[in-house]
């Protein structure tokens, strides 16, 4: 069975920067689409970034564009997401997720199927 597993998260300044990894194990995703999400506290999980599944497509949140960047290394099953210019707004649980539905955009929620257990990433300002 796939699972993914997040790590990299963490205590950073604003204006700072974190990478963070998101490594599957299992079946490989190397065919698919992936996506990173967020959910901060009272709010919804909402959509960060998306990357194809050869890694030439990318999409982001406009809150996040030109700051944040995603990546993908097949070979060792991992996508990454480097953020930069941290903001105290970017505080939340960072999911990675397998895209199973390729009907919309790629950001809904509803399009992944499988999800990692997330990793916090909180800002200080």
């Known amino acids: 069975q796939r699972q993914l597993v997040e790590s990299g998260g963490g205590l950073a300044q604003a204006g700072g920067s974190l990478r963070l990894s998101c490594a599957a194990s299992?079946?490989?995703?190397?065919?698919?689409?992936m996506g990173w999400f967020r959910q901060a506290p009272g709010k919804e999980r909402e959509f960060v970034a998306k990357?194809?599944?050869?890694?030439?497509?990318?999409y982001y949140a406009d809150s996040v564009k030109g700051r944040f960047t995603i990546s993908r290394d097949n070979a060792k099953n991992t996508v990454y997401l480097q953020m930069n210019n941290l903001k105290s707004e970017d505080t939340a649980v960072y999911y990675c997720?397998?895209?199973?539905?390729?009907?919309?955009?790629?950001?809904?929620?509803?399009?992944?199927?499988?999800w990692g257990q997330g990793t916090q990433v909180t800002v200080s300002s």
């Open positions: 997720a397998v895209r199973s539905d390729y009907s919309g955009s790629g950001s809904d929620e509803r399009e992944y199927r499988t």
């Open positions: 299992g079946r490989t995703f190397s065919g698919y689409d």
């Open positions: 990357i194809s599944w050869s890694g030439g497509n990318t």
